[in-house]
């Protein structure tokens, strides 16, 4: 579910706002956090991504972007400037925890790539007959940094 997540806001501009920009590189935080969609959030500490899902995840991305699973945000922001970005030209991602049931499902994200250039929000994610999980759009408030 999560390579859904992923595909849907890496590929679609007006979510991730950054329209003229195609990320070929992308670091996921290896925990997921239940704030991941809220701009006042970062504060709750997260569960580890198993290392099933990591596989899928890379599997998925993999013709188009190269992800790196991290867990240090610091690990890849560069700070010389004073305005912290995303070394390499690449984005920093959080998962959010997966809520819901059987049949729908909300999923935060959070991407971040400097200072002035992040964003935040939940997806809302359908267990379809036969195609299995698809993003469907988006729940609650949207914020862009």
Known sequence: MYEQVLRRYLNTPSENSFPDQTFTTVYVLDSVRSDAGDPTGDTLAGRPLPSDVKVRITAALGPTAAVTFISDKASVLDTTDGCATVRDGGILITLGTIDGDDDQ????????????????????????????WNVTGTTGPMAIA
Request: proline share 4%.
């Open 105 to 132: 499902v909300t999923v935060g994200i959070n991407g971040y790539v400097a200072c002035l250039g992040a964003t935040w929000l939940t997806y809302v994610v359908h267990d379809q007959p036969g195609t299995g």
